[in-house]
């Protein structure tokens, strides 16, 4: 299996202190930094799409990328573009619903940090002309094709569920708990975290799509840093009432099969490699990248 911290010596991914990229989460011990912190190393972290240059990647996708292949990609690109549009627009009753204002505050940063991401993906598409589509809203309705169900169900029903509530009623902190849960830990975490690792990999060891590798990563560092809010939060929330850390447990539990379902392209056929390595290496990715996130929040691994 790929080393989960080979990636992520990097001095800025380090400064996240999400515990999936600290060694010392092994032993359940990461100093995890405060919001305020948090808030600080996003200002130091900036970047801008309109930076990027994907005219390489234009060239690599219309004329070195087989058809096959682009199809497969498809899956992971169309997920994480309508992925960050689902989580840009499910934060707002989040940070509303945070019960103290520097939670609030970092969770502004983080709208904005997912506003960026969305960009980013429908940059990425307008340039390399990856659809026919001219503008976001059709570009994302035309891409949404290449997801699958459990996608569906995850930002549709089971994320969405849960911040309809939290609008609702910005005081039940216990729905609350569980949409940080689906939110950081597992879209994040687990999903997010472990396809950008794999894919950023797969295109350095291709030479391919040089602009993409380049935001991706800084998607990633931003990932990082959104998840060790989600981990300190988790983390305070357990100590303060054992009941947050069972409904942490709870929905981990009842996430898992669908988390499984997503890690796992439509067109996946038993033996076939994703992106250079197997089903297994990257559900074995995600499952260490969240024990050790737990040791951390003081929880158990969920079985
Ligand atoms: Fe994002
Ligand atoms: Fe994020």
Redesign the pocket.
Known sequence: MTDAVSRTEREDFQATTDPAVMESADRGEANLLTYHELYNLWERQQWSVQDLDFSQDRVDWHERISEEERFQRMYSLSSFFIG?QR?ASELGPMMRAAPREDMRLFLCTQIA??AR?VEFFDRFYREVGVLESDNLQARLEETSAHTSKEFERLFDQMLKDRVDRIAREPEDLETLVEAVTLYHMVI?GML?LTGQHFIIMYNEEQGTLPGFVEGFNN?AR??HR?VAFGARFLREMAQADPKYGQAVQRMLGEVAPIAEGVLTPPWYEEGMDLFGYSLEDTRAFAAKCLERRLKVIGLAPVA
Request: glycine content about 0%; hydrophobic content about 25%; overall charge negative.
């Open positions: 960050e989580v940090d997912e991401h994040e997010a998607i931003d990932e959104h």
